[in-house]
Structure formats: structure tokens, C-alpha cells
């Protein structure tokens, strides 16, 4: 008999969880569900709040939104990246005092998972916003705060996850700057060891060619001469 609390994975397989599975988990399973296109009445609530968010800006702005790439962009956001991003918020001076990390986290999420969105690749948080904003609903507004209030969560963790992949992508051009460059030089320092070499070569061919009587022997190059 099937686990009541074993769900089917959108790329196949089981995904063996407890009763609280993860947004990636729901919003996975949502997706899923309407053969990999997303809308927002298909995905609805069955993601929590973020899946709400998700489904409106599918619906409103389609693209990568309305993808199944979406749900495995969710089902990265980890426990690992729930805990950064609570101390994130809970550490800034400029928190909201009547509200906890979890009436925030719909943000940190979105932010989140807009981040790895091709589309987006390379551009600031201000120019992906009216996408994101467009997804933030009345209900989430009532529930969350309006869009200006939960901005700053969203671009942070949007602009964190940037600089991350942007720091990741420097470093190996840096390490593939310094291979090439390496790897020039001892090119170079190879191409002159062959030119001093051949130098010598030339010296005591021409001297052979004064004294061997071969005809095809002259001084400078000629068809007796060695090379390296």
C-alpha cells in the first residue's frame, strides 16, 4: 500500500517526506500537475504563499514562470537558505518590529528563486521588479505587507544570489587567466630557447658550408642546413 505521505516527483521518481514537506516539494508537485505549464489558477495556494506568488506572475508575465524549470528552481530553496536568510532578517537594524522572519519569508523566496532565472541573468533588481511586484496579490498583501514594505527582502536575497553566482563565474576566468597567461609564457620562453638554439646551428653550418666543397653548401641557409 502506497505512503499517504510519499508524493510523486514531477521528473519521476518518489519523494519520501514527512507531513511538512518543502516549498520546493509543493510547488514541484503543482507544477507537475498541469504537465510542466504553469498558471495562475493551476498552481494556486498548492505552493503556500510563494506558490500564490509564482502562479500570478506565471500567469501575468509567462516566460520561465510558466515553466517546470520554475518548480526545480523552488526545490533548490533549501533549509540551509531558510536559515540565512532568517538571520539575515532578524539581524538587520531596519526589521520590522511587529513582524517575525516568517511573515517575511514569502519575500526571501521570491527573491530567491527569481534569481536563477536565465532571463534575468546579469540585470539589477530594479529591473526584474515590476515582474516580481506584479505576483504580489491582495491576499499576500493583507497577509505579508504590501509590495514596498517586503521590496527590501526580496532584493536582498535577489542581489545575494547574484553576487554569489557573479563571484563564482570571476574566480574561474581569474584561474583561466592565470592557466593561459602560464601557459604563454612558457610557450614564449620555449619559442626563444629554439631561436638561440637554431642561431647556434646556423654558425657552425655556415662555417662547414666554407670548407665541405658540397655544392649545395653555402653560407646561410641552404638545403644541408639542420633545424630544431
Known amino acids: 500500500m502506497d505512503n499517504k505521505n510519499d508524493h510523486v516527483h514531477p521528473h519521476g521518481g ?10 520546493g516539494d509543493e510547488v514541484g508537485e503543482a507544477v507537475g500537475g498541469v504537465s510542466g505549464v504553469v498558471t495562475g489558477a493551476a498552481i494556486g495556494s498548492a505552493g503556500g504563499p510563494v506558490g500564490t506568488v509564482i502562479g500570478a ?3 501575468a508575465v509567462g516566460g520561465w514562470w510558466a515553466g517546470r524549470t ?29 513582524r517575525s522572519y516568517e511573515d ?14 536565465p532571463d534575468y541573468n546579469g540585470k539589477s533588481f530594479e ?20 509590495w ?37 609564457i612558457a610557450d614564449r620562453a620555449a619559442d626563444t630557447s629554439r631561436n638561440v638554439a637554431n642561431k647556434a646551428i646556423d654558425a657552425v653550418d655556415n662555417v662547414k658550408d666554407r670548407v665541405d666543397g658540397n655544392p649545395a653548401s653555402k653560407p646561410g641557409p641552404d638545403p644541408t642546413d639542420r633545424r630544431l
Do not use: C
Open 148 to 184: 514596498q514594505t517586503v521590496r527590501p527582502y526580496a532584493q536582498e536575497a535577489y542581489t545575494s544570489r547574484m553576487a554569489t553566482s557573479s563571484s563564482s563565474v570571476t574566480a574561474r576566468e581569474a584561474a583561466n587567466t592565470s592557466l593561459n597567461s602560464g601557459e604563454n
Open 104 to 117: 517575511v519569508r514569502p519575500a526571501y523566496q521570491l527573491g530567491h528563486i527569481a534569481s536563477e532565472n
Open 57 to 59: 506572475i506565471a500567469g
Open 70 to 98: 520554475v518548480s526545480e528552481a523552488a526545490s533548490r530553496f533549501t533549509d540551509h537558505d531558510d536559515n540565512n536568510y532568517r538571520q539575515a532578517y532578524e539581524s538587520r537594524s531596519d526589521r520590522l518590529a511587529d
Open 14 to 23: 518518489i519523494l519520501h517526506h514527512d507531513n511538512n514537506p518543502s516549498v
Open 127 to 146: 529591473a526584474i521588479e515590476s515582474d516580481l511586484q506584479r505576483g504580489w496579490g491582495n491576499d499576500l498583501r493583507s497577509k505579508h505587507g504590501d
